[in-house]
């Protein structure tokens, strides 16, 4: 397919980080189309956003005319569409880990500490900044113990979540660790967690997907 791929994304978040590197291991080309999501109230509010994705969230990739919303879905997308290298694993019980593992960052973890969540306590409930923070590392430090505990001994875990090759899982973890670390949270609880990251950040797609690395960064 020759048709153009533009990701709609912001340098910060973590679901735009995760196809950031999904792209990246494909080898796949693409523009980035920044939405700033603080700026001027939030530019994933517009009516031009809108209409990309209703629900106002980042990352939107466009393939050509099409237009596909939710990071998870995207990465299958790119998998199905791409499907070398693979970034899911051909026996069933080896997709149903990494989906498993994926989906424990990208529906537990993730959607309680996000932007939006956090602006509703700030603006709707006046939660203080402190406890704002208390909120976001108690989640993540309850998320990543069952996460280590899924990781740590486990036959199928390698080098990477799954194995010797990076999977959708890891394209999770790693940016799930980058929100664990900007908000001050210890990674010396989850070590087999922190080798993973770390084994990925040595590639060069996951080094190239950093958010400080983005055209929109500040």
Do not use: K
């Given at each position: 397919m020759s048709d153009q791929l533009q990701l709609y994304s912001y340098w910060r978040s973590s679901a735009a980080y995760r196809v950031r590197i999904g792209l990246n291991l494909k080898g796949l080309p693409y523009e980035t189309i920044p939405v700033h999501l603080v700026r001027d109230g939030g530019q994933q509010h517009t009516p031009e956003f809108r209409e990309a994705n209703p629900q106002g969230l980042v990352p939107v990739l466009k393939h050509g005319s099409r237009v596909m919303r939710q990071s998870l879905a995207i990465l299958e997308y790119l998998d199905e569409t791409w499907p070398s290298p693979a970034l899911l694993p051909p026996l069933s019980r080896d997709r149903e880990r990494v989906r498993s593992l994926s989906l424990a960052i990208a529906c537990d973890i993730h959607p309680l500490n996000n932007l939006r969540v956090l602006q509703y306590f700030e603006n709707t409930w006046n939660v203080p900044q402190p406890?704002?923070?208390?909120?976001?590392?108690?989640?993540?430090?309850?998320?990543?113990?069952?996460?280590?505990?899924?990781?740590?001994?486990?036959?199928?875990?390698?080098?990477?979540?799954?194995?010797?090759?990076?999977?959708?899982?890891?394209?999770?973890?790693?940016?799930?660790?980058?929100?664990?670390?900007?908000?001050?949270?210890?990674?010396?609880?989850?070590?087999?967690?922190?080798?993973?990251?770390a084994e990925c950040l040595a590639t060069p797609e996951f080094d190239a997907a950093r958010p400080e690395l983005q055209p929109d960064a500040p």
């Open positions: 406890e704002r923070e208390d909120w976001v590392g108690h989640w993540i430090g309850e998320g990543f113990a069952a996460i280590e505990a899924m990781l740590v001994d486990h036959p199928s875990t390698g080098r990477f979540c799954e194995g010797d090759f990076p999977s959708i899982a890891d394209c999770c973890l790693v940016p799930q660790v980058y929100n664990a670390r900007r908000f001050g949270v210890s990674m010396d609880r989850y070590p087999t967690i922190a080798r993973i990251e």
